[in-house]
């Protein structure tokens, strides 16, 4: 079963096109990437998942538990370890 894709055009004028209610424009996720930090390091919708929430340092990320940073859409398991070892280099952790 495929679902239906929505011709969607951003505030810049991208084109793009999406399954789900999610507002992201590809393109300007490519441009709005990080050059450095462990933003850099994520996917797009895990990026914009914790940006959204306000989670822009690894402080602020270390007031979190994984279960907690798990539960926000567009954060998947596969970034626990990105996640992690960003916190681990700074001497940080996630909140138990």
């Known amino acids: 079963m495929s679902v239906a894709k929505s011709l969607r055009i951003c505030e810049k004028g991208h084109k793009f096109h999406k399954t789900s209610e999610c507002k ?7 441009e709005n990437k990080p050059k450095s ?6 996917s797009a919708p895990a990026r914009n998942a ?25 954060i998947g398991p596969a970034s626990l370890p990105i996640m ?5 280099e700074e001497e940080l952790s996630f909140k138990e």
Not at 24 to 30: G, H, T
Not at 50 to 74: A, C, P, Q
Request: charged share 30%; net charge neutral; glycine share 6%.
């Open 84 to 88: 992690r070892t960003s916190l681990e």
């Open 50 to 74: 914790l940006v959204f929430e306000g989670i822009n340092t690894l402080e602020k990320l270390s007031n979190y538990t994984e279960k907690e940073i798990l539960k926000l859409h567009g």
């Open 37 to 42: 930090g462990f933003l850099s390091k994520l």
């Open 24 to 30: 992201s424009c590809p393109a300007c996720d490519k």
